[in-house]
């Protein structure tokens, strides 16, 4: 069966769940081989958890060297495997830095790149939801190996036992992939709230919030039910919350099995990073707001009165 | 320090936005066009650094005839000339392609630094800036939120989940920028005059030494093999609230398993 190679994704010595979701996907192409390409010591963590969800081969590129740059030594040691495995697919998790590395493998490669595919067919084409959701394209890559980023939550992640055979990749690094210099990560959100990119749910907040001391309303109701905290472009423009929460285009799109929209009146610039969302519910005071076209359940009301309630109930709930 | 900046004309994301369905590309008479959002916060940036360490502002854009609206209106911004490559030969080009057409067309112009926005609204894609860099081999520093020059060593804050990652490489290099960065100018009157008479050097394929199977739908690294409108949402359930919205909704997550 033909190898689809995975780029694996891992914080503090876990992998991320669009990891898993990517090892799902893979085995509608063929069988996975997950690529670990971190620092000494990566792979060894996260091996059983690979094994568990089906990965045959697990090639190791480990080095100091990688992270110490921006993007392109993940590109170069990518397409170094690729040329020799030749893969029927390479299968990224969407987000900015992926998807840069996927778009240089792609080059090196001289094949394409389809980005934010919401499914992935047997035959390697990929479905995109283009202008906000409202257009639904079927695309391939016309020559050489597939490169896709699959959004997070386009699959459910399930298991399938792989051997999990590992593959040791030497790294030698060009002085080109050593060309942008990272200096240093530097982390300011705070909290142990899921990511953005990656949470099944997300609870954001509009312009109907008010204030950045309101916006607690918000991260009550999250953490309730363990979700993200997003905002819509209003509340990130006011600068109640940092410009990484913002949902929508030129922030971040997301297809969460639940997004919670508390006073966002729902333009297209939101709508074009949430629409794809399974499950939508809106809260706002304006029962002409844009927001309900879209939301499967709604309440036409304060967001002050029904946002406390609902973190209530939940809480209760769970007991 | 010479500075050009990458624009792209896009549909306003505020008006419908269409794919012709004899090609499956986009369908740019269908509305309005407009500079791409973020690519006048880039322009801003250029023109900032360029009121900091001298030199030129050059808008570089690849597009249809229209795009010299948009060329226009960036030079009124205040950038000094603009090159347009423009070849009929180009329609449908994928952002490999779009990528490698630029290099072409950065080698005729003498720069240290090449700017972009990190997305354009229509295709969203987010790469052709990590591509640009990739072919010019060049440091790639994208997502930029800040930027700051000292002599031939560039450093950028870059934009994460979590906060930011401080990268720096050494001129010439490729920045994209995120819209947190500046607060982009108004063209002023004056500048809106002056635009009139600034230079747009048009580029043909040809001038770039290139040939048009290299490029266009026909050499397309991707195909889009169809596509069709998303089916409305089914109508939802829209309550209004009478003291008890919260638990409304709390049921309702219940009832489909989500809490």
């Known amino acids: ?319 | 320090m010479n500075i050009v900046v990458l624009m792209k004309q896009v549909p306003d994301t505020y008006a419908e936005r269409k794919l012709n369905p004899a090609d499956n590309t986009l369908d740019r008479d269908a509305s309005d066009a407009v500079i791409n959002e973020i690519d006048e916060y880039a322009i801003e940036e250029g023109l900032l650094l360029k009121e900091a360490h001298g030199g030129e502002v050059t808008i570089l854009t690849m597009g249809p005839d229209r795009a010299t609206e948009s060329l226009r209106k960036a030079l009124s911004m205040g950038a000094d000339k603009a090159v347009h490559v423009v070849d009929d030969a180009l329609h449908g080009s994928c952002a490999i392609t779009t990528a490698k057409v630029l290099a072409k067309a950065l080698a005729t112009i003498e720069y240290d630094l090449v700017i972009a926005g990190s997305e354009a609204t229509d295709s969203r894609l987010s790469v052709v800036p990590a591509l640009l860099a990739e072919a010019l081999g060049v440091p790639q520093l994208s997502g930029a939120r800040k930027v700051q020059v000292e002599g031939s060593t560039v450093t950028i804050e870059r934009s994460t989940d979590t906060g930011y990652d401080r990268v720096e490489g050494a001129t010439p290099a490729v920045i994209s920028v995120v819209e947190k960065i500046n607060e982009p100018r108004y063209p002023s009157f004056k500048g809106i005059m002056a635009a009139k008479s600034k230079p747009v050097q048009s580029l043909s394929l040809a001038d770039l030494g290139m040939s048009p199977d290299e490029v266009g739908l026909g050499a397309s690294t991707t195909t889009v093999e169809s596509f069709q409108e998303a089916p409305p949402r089914s109508a939802g359930t829209i309550v209004k609230d009478e003291g008890n919205g919260g638990v409304a909704i709390a049921e309702f997550l219940a009832s489909k398993k989500l809490i």
């Open chain 1, 1 to 319: 069966m033909a190898e689809v190679l995975v780029l694996v994704e891992a914080a503090n010595g876990s992998l991320k769940k669009s990891t898993l979701e990517l090892l799902t996907a893979a085995r509608t192409l063929g069988e996975p081989s997950a690529v670990v390409i971190g620092a000494p010591g990566t792979a060894a963590a996260l091996k059983d958890k690979l094994a568990e969800y089906g990965a045959a081969k697990v090639y190791v590129a480990e080095s100091e060297e990688i992270d110490a740059y921006l993007v392109a030594p993940k590109a170069e040691v990518l397409a170094q495997i690729a040329k020799d495995a030749e893969p029927a697919a390479i299968l990224v998790a969407s987000n900015a830095e992926n998807k840069e590395v996927a778009a240089r493998t792609a080059f090196k490669l001289d094949s394409g790149f389809l980005a934010d595919a919401v499914e992935i067919t047997a035959e390697g084409s990929a479905k995109q939801s283009i202008f906000g959701g409202a257009v639904t394209v079927t695309s391939r890559v016309a020559k050489g190996v597939p490169v896709i980023s699959l959004r997070a939550n386009s699959v459910s992640a399930a298991p399938a036992p792989g051997t999990a055979e590992e593959v040791s990749v030497p790294v030698s690094l060009s002085e080109g992939a050593k060309a942008a210099k990272l200096l240093e990560r530097v982390e300011e959100a705070k909290g142990s709230r899921p990511s953005l990119q990656d949470a099944s749910v997300i609870v954001s907040g509009g312009r109907g919030v008010g204030s950045a001391e309101n916006f607690s309303v918000v991260e009550n109701v999250a953490d309730s039910i363990g979700a993200a905290v997003g905002a819509s472009r209003a509340a990130t423009d006011a600068g109640w919350v940092p410009h990484q929460m913002q949902v929508g285009q030129t922030g971040v799109t997301v297809s969460p099995q639940l997004y919670i929209a508390l006073g966002i009146s729902g333009a297209i610039q939101h709508r074009a990073g949430m629409q794809t969302s399974k499950t939508i519910v809106a809260v706002n005071k304006d029962p002409e707001a844009p927001i309900f076209e879209l939301a499967d359940f709604g309440v036409v009301g304060d967001l002050f009165t029904v946002a406390p309630q609902l973190a209530e109930e939940v809480a209760k709930r769970k007991g």
